[in-house]
């Protein structure tokens, strides 16, 4: 009988320090508390493999993006995820665009669910002037969507501008006029929107 009753308070003693040592849990991860990375046409603030390690390898993560009145989820794609948006609040103008010319622009209300294919060129920005956007993100990959998202900025950055004007038919003077060596954002404001 002593054997068990020494054999419980080993246990109990067990649970008491690791419930004093265990105040975080691998499993929650408070995404409002988390840092936004904030632009001038908004924030994003995600969950994905570097601040919830227990995404590592689980091939998911996801994003929360506020648009400011005037604000766009600047034209990009991801190569290595597919993505599914939820409109919290407000409305979307989206275009997607895909292989072969597939083309689709619709706006997007709160409670719609948006699918875009992996590696399909896209944005949203905000439909409403007086208030804010607000969309859900679920990626198929635990990436930082820094790190799996290919701006047009970027994209046109990489691109000599020879081989821009042969593309669009125009000619090189057109192109050289674009502005280089520009910092990737991922949320940005509307020239009209601009203070």
Same mark, same amino acid.
């Given at each position: 009988?002593?054997?068990?009753? #020494?054999? =419980?308070?080993?246990? $109990?003693? +067990?649970? %008491? ?7 975080? !849990?691998?499993?929650? &991860? ?26 590592? #390898?689980? =091939?998911?993560?996801? $994003?929360? +993006?506020? %648009? ?7 034209? !990009?794609?991801?190569? &290595? ?115």
């Amino acid at each position: 009988m002593l054997s068990y009753i #020494g054999f =419980f308070f080993c246990i $109990a003693g +067990i649970l %008491l320090v690791n419930s004093q040592q265990s105040t975080k !849990h691998a499993n929650l &991860f408070n995404l409002d508390n988390s840092d936004a990375t904030v632009y001038a046409g908004g924030s994003l603030r995600q969950a994905n493999e570097n601040n919830f390690p227990i995404l590592q #390898g689980q =091939f998911g993560s996801m $994003a929360i +993006i506020t %648009l400011k009145p005037g604000g766009i989820r600047q034209p !990009h794609w991801h190569p &290595f995820a597919w993505e599914m948006n939820y409109v919290l609040s407000g409305k979307a103008k989206w275009s997607i665009v895909g292989t072969n010319g597939q083309h689709d622009s619709f706006v997007a209300k709160t409670g719609d669910l948006v699918f875009v294919q992996q590696a399909w060129f896209h944005y949203f920005a905000n439909a409403n002037e007086n208030e804010d956007l607000i969309v859900l993100i679920v990626f198929n990959s635990g990436k930082a969507v820094s790190t799996d998202d290919i701006g047009i900025v970027a994209a046109l950055n990489g691109i000599p501008t020879g081989i821009l004007a042969a593309s669009f038919d125009m000619p090189k003077a057109y192109f050289e006029k674009l502005p280089r060596n520009m910092t990737q954002t991922s949320i940005i404001l509307r020239n009209s929107a601009k203070p």
